[in-house]
Nanobody, 120 residues
Framework: QVQLVESGGGLVQAGGSLRLSCAAS????????MGWFRQAPGKQRELVAV???????TYADSVKGRFTVSRDNAKNTVYLQMSGLKPEDTAVYYC??????????????WGQGTQVTVSS
């Protein structure tokens, strides 16, 4: 079994900062990509930022220059440093990982989500 456990969400004023963390645990053989998606009320889930095991990053245009994704491969943990937060960043943020379990089967895994609310 694999678990992705997020932490760090909360309420912040516009212009403020938050740091999200997500640790993967369980019967993991290897993790390729980790990162973050978000879903606002009434909208589809969208990519925020992802990072490969080699450190290659991809960001949504809406967060470039404000958010930074990083990871600690030794700890199977991914982080999202969010700065210059805007009310439109309000959403449930989901941790994501593309990984192989010890059975050598690759698949997509998701955390339970953490709420980020930015007040104006």
């Amino acid at each position: 079994q694999v678990q992705l456990v997020e932490s760090g969400g909360g309420l912040v004023q516009a212009g403020g900062s938050l740091r999200l963390s997500c640790a993967a645990s369980g019967s993991i053989f290897s993790i390729n990509t980790m990162g973050w998606f978000r879903q606002a009320p009434g909208k589809q889930r969208e990519l925020v930022a992802v990072i490969t095991s080699g450190g290659i990053t991809t960001y949504a245009d809406s967060v470039k220059g404000r958010f930074t994704v990083s990871r600690d491969n030794a700890k199977n943990t991914v982080y999202l440093q969010m700065s210059g937060l805007k009310p439109e960043d309000t959403a449930v943020y989901y941790c994501y990982a593309y990984l192989a379990r010890t059975t050598m089967r690759w698949g997509d895994y998701w955390g339970q989500g953490t709420q980020v609310t930015v007040s104006s």
